[in-house]
């Protein structure tokens, strides 16, 4: 299990759930992040820094996927590209902690 | 010859009450069959496309403040009480013991779900399945079946707005049934690649020769039926007929 601060990223397209996936994302304090509503955002921030989680919330089509998953990986290769249900209440606390668990 | 042997096939995973995670918030004392919030179980993530399955006591009152969901149907069912709902959808209502509630939450939603009582608690289920379409269209219902004939399974949620009860986006079916002691009856699974997770309301339950207590969860998959005897009179159960791979 891989253990220490976690960088995390997610996109999606609802920006009221984005703003609470942002606040969500830095509650914690062995985790931070950045939430955003457009690939282009996700594109620069893994251009300014390094992240170990992305995850793809709701609003990003099945072919919108194909084709981020292609330029995140090749962005952040060394990142975990998940898809997030449930907008972020109850799940995202333990979803990150089984990803990290299986890194 | 052929059901025995499917019977002795079937896999199953038993959980027993004790063994939820537990959360005492004052407000909100909630017993989790899988893994949510800060209890963490990494085998306890879902039984297939059942991710939450909370078992919610809140206090007068109080409740849950606004939030968001998205891409999860959230299926909630009142054992004791009022809650009272609101969403960004426009909805205000109350939900009652004996009603079933469903938002299919897809783009988004913000809801908040308080004790409408002030001087009670208000028990309910709090069910999460994964959808099997992304990015719906949110959606509200609320059906108020009816379940006052004893001794059968009433199915009140299934994939199809045309069928009985309410619908959700994904091949899954929830069956209540309230039952006098030594009743038996049959539950035949839905559609192949589909288990069923039993949860024990009230009462104690015999299915396919595990005995199962009040708020035990039972998953069985790898069959085509499961056998349900009620081992005390009045004894309710919910049977979660979902897919194994969401």
Known sequence: ?103 | MFQQMKRTMAKTILHKAATRGHAAHGWLDSHHSFSFAGYYNPDRMSFGALRVLNDDIVAGGRGFDTHPHDNMEIISIPLEGDLEHKDNLGNKIIIKQGDIQVMSTGTGVFHSEYNANPDRPAKFLQIWVFPNQLNVQPRYDQITPDLTQKNQLHQVLSPYPDDAGTWIYQAAWFNLGRFDKDFATTYHIQKPGNGVYAFVIKGRFDINGQELAARDGFGIWDTDSISLTALESDAEILLMDVPLKP
């Not at chain 1, 942002?22 to 300014?48: C, F, I, K, M």
Request: proline fraction near 2%; include cysteine; hydrophobic fraction near 45%.
């Open chain 1, 1 to 103: 299990m891989t253990t220490g601060h976690t960088k995390i990223l997610a996109i999606g397209r609802n920006e009221e759930i984005m703003t609470v996936m942002q606040r969500l994302l830095n509650a914690p304090e062995d985790w931070s992040g950045q939430a955003v509503t457009t690939d282009e955002a996700a594109y620069e921030a893994l251009q300014a820094g390094a992240y170990d989680i992305i995850l793809l919330c709701a609003g990003i089509t099945a072919e919108e996927e194909t084709a981020l998953r292609e330029r995140l990986s090749a962005l952040a290769p060394a990142a975990i590209i998940t898809r997030h249900y449930g907008g972020g209440s109850g799940l995202l606390r333990n979803e990150i902690l089984f990803l990290l668990e299986k890194k």
